[in-house]
């Protein structure tokens, strides 16, 4: 096999990319946000106020250093791609949803007795306390029970000879005994 096709070469050269663009990128915009704010610039502020209020927002270096990820197109087209899109992408879900909830904007804003957190008399509301990542958990147990009734060919094989058969046959055989009670 040619070198430059080597998944191994490929998969290194991919992720040094990412980190070595990542980096660039986000030292190239976060000066140049750092410039834009300088007073001399103010002439180009005027001019461009869109322009000016992108690349001057706080989040301007983050979105701009993430075009890195487009070095994922050098990763071999394997699994292993699609499983870093699938987690950069919940990463990603995760990092919004943290924003959201640290600006107020998921649980809301309640009227404070002074001056609230934001300056208009109101504070963030608390999370609930039945949120948590606990929820997740029926979820879980669910799709492995679906893996194990359903797909057993996709579910890892246990190490004792039959007791996982034993196991499902038996909550065949307790389902099939619930179904006919119910019909009686």
């Keep these: 096999m040619p070198l430059h096709k080597s998944p191994t070469l490929r998969l290194s ?3 040094s990319t990412i980190l070595l ?11 140049l946000r750092s410039h834009l704010l300088d007073p001399s ?3 180009f502020r005027v001019r461009n106020p869109r322009t000016a209020g992108a690349l001057t927002s706080p989040y301007a270096p983050a979105v ?3 075009l890195a990820g487009l070095a994922l197109g050098i990763y071999p087209a394997k699994q292993l ?4 899109a699938i987690y950069a992408a919940f990463r990603a879900l995760e990092f919004g949803w943290n924003c959201a909830e640290e600006g107020g904007m ?18 963030m509301r608390a999370r609930p306390w039945w949120w948590g990542s606990w929820m997740l958990q029926p979820f879980v147990f669910g799709q492995l029970l679906h893996a194990v009734v359903f797909d ?7 190490s004792e000879p039959g007791g996982l058969g034993r196991c499902v046959r038996g909550a065949n055989l307790v389902c099939a005994a619930a179904i006919r009670r119910l019909h009686l």
């Design 64 to 66: 701009g250093a993430s």
């Design 41 to 43: 610039a103010a002439p």
């Design 81 to 84: 791609r699609v499983s870093a």
């Design 106 to 123: 998921i649980w809301g804003w309640e009227k404070a007795g002074g001056g609230g957190a934001n300056g208009k008399g109101e504070r």
């Design 13 to 15: 050269l991919s992720l």
């Design 21 to 31: 663009l990542y980096r660039l990128l986000f030292r190239f915009f976060t000066r």
């Design 152 to 158: 057993r060919d996709c579910f890892p094989k246990v």
